[in-house]
Nanobody
C-alpha cells in the first residue's frame, strides 16, 4: 500500500556529483523522517543522512560538507545531492521513510525501504 521508488544512481568519476531522488506513494497520511542509507559489499548498512518533516537534518561524519539531504513535503520526496564523490562512496543507496498510512478507517505506522540504487565512483 506504500512504496518508495528511488532514482538517480549511476557511474561517476571521483570528484563528480550525483543526485538521488526517492518518492513515497500509496495510502499515505503522513511522512515523518526520511533518510538515505548505504551498503557497500561486505559491510553493514549505514546511515548517510536523515531529515525530519520540519527540515532538521543529520549526517554521518564522513558525508558532512559533501552531501546535502532535502525534501519536498508536497511531493513526499527526499533528495540526496552528493558532491566530491570518492571511490569509497561506492555502494547501494537505500531510501528509508517513517510513514503513517491511512486507507479508509485503517491507520498504521511503519518503516519503509526503497529497492536500492547503485552508486559507483571510479578512481
Amino acid at each position: 500500500q506504500v512504496q518508495l521508488v528511488e532514482s538517480g544512481g549511476g557511474l561517476v568519476q571521483a570528484g563528480g556529483s550525483l543526485r538521488l531522488s526517492c518518492a513515497a506513494s500509496g495510502s499515505i497520511f503522513r511522512v515523518d523522517t526520511m533518510g538515505w542509507y548505504r551498503q557497500a559489499p561486505g559491510k553493514q548498512r549505514e546511515l548517510v543522512a536523515a531529515i525530519s518533516q520540519g527540515g532538521s537534518t543529520d549526517y554521518a561524519d564522513s558525508m558532512k560538507g559533501r552531501f546535502t539531504i532535502s525534501r519536498d513535503n508536497a511531493k513526499n520526496t527526499v533528495y540526496l545531492q552528493m558532491n566530491s564523490l570518492k571511490p569509497g562512496d561506492t555502494a547501494v543507496y537505500y531510501c528509508h521513510a517513517e510513514i503513517a498510512g491511512l486507507d479508509g478507517s485503517d491507520y498504521w505506522t511503519g518503516d519503509y525501504w526503497g529497492q536500492g540504487t547503485q552508486v559507483t565512483v571510479s578512481s
